[in-house]
């Protein structure tokens, strides 16, 4: 199997399908709801380039045999082991309010983000109950995976069970950057040298913002506050927006 680049393949734009495993076999078959997808929606058809992959780097590059309600066979031609890119970026989500949650996990996959942490913060709106625990997983999860094949990533997001601020100061102190957004901080995420390697973990605050003990608790965790701009944006988009910052000054030199 090659080794790739972190930013390739290509393939000149050809989709993205998922599987949960990937066959060593020199053809592929996209079932499901994935196959009805490229049949239905994308409407693919013999001849046409495509990529399979299991979201855990391993990418196989083919040709379409055939596509009808059985799903897409692909007669894979190559085979591609892309590695993880540097340096790991983790997104720490507090919960926002309706269908915000899933908008911050589709902007953030698309941006680059390796790991989503959701976060009960004691001013989110939203609560995760024992309950809907599983419901509200589901839905970022699938959000990273639709995301996922959009940006055309061979590396599928984590998005790992909820954490409460306790939680997420381990997270924080095992960071080799770790990063609180907040508007009143005085030193500019711009100004701040980011490492070509290792983990670089970015706090997103919920609607109502943080409180002074989990700014004080993050501080203590080895965190530093950092502002984007003048302006305060959403929940939803704040992390997006410090993703892309933070890519431009390393994974996209």
């Known amino acids: ?3 790739a680049d972190a930013g390739s393949p290509d393939l000149d734009g050809a989709p993205l399908f998922l599987l949960d495993e990937l ?3 020199d053809e592929l078959v996209v079932a499901d709801a994935e196959g009805r997808h490229a049949v239905d929606v994308l409407r693919l058809e013999p001849g046409e380039r495509v990529r399979v992959g299991n979201g855990r780097g391993a990418v196989a590059e ?4 055939s596509a009808d309600a059985a799903g897409l066979r692909v007669r894979v031609a190559a085979r591609l082991e892309v590695p993880a890119p540097q340096p790991e970026f983790v997104l720490v989500q507090a919960l926002p309010k309706g269908d915000r949650g899933p908008l911050a996990v589709d902007l953030a996959t698309e941006l680059g983000v390796d790991r989503i942490v959701p976060w009960t913060a004691s001013r989110s709106v939203t609560r995760w109950r024992d309950d ?3 419901k509200g997983l589901a839905k970022w999860r699938a959000a990273a995976r639709a995301a996922t094949k959009q940006a055309r990533r061979p590396r599928l997001p984590e998005v790992t069970g909820p954490m409460t601020t306790r939680q997420v100061c381990g997270v924080l102190g095992d960071a080799d950057l770790a990063l609180v957004l907040h508007e009143q901080a005085r030193r500019p995420l711009a100004g ?6 290792g983990t670089v973990v970015v706090v997103v605050g919920p609607e109502g913002g943080l ?3 989990e700014m004080l608790a993050f501080r203590a965790a080895g965190a530093q506050a950092v502002r984007l701009g003048s302006e305060v944006l959403r929940t939803s988009t704040a992390g997006a927006a410090a993703l892309a910052a933070l890519s431009v000054r390393s994974r996209w030199t």
Not at 62 to 65: A, I, N, P, T, Y
Not at 192 to 197: A, C, E, F, K, R
Request: hydrophobic residues 25%; glycine residues 14%.
């Open 192 to 197: 701040i040298d980011v490492p070509g390697s």
């Open 211 to 213: 409180t002074d003990g």
């Open 62 to 65: 083919g040709e379409v045999v």
């Open 23 to 25: 066959p060593d076999t």
């Open 1 to 3: 199997m090659t080794t």
């Open 132 to 134: 809907r625990v599983e």
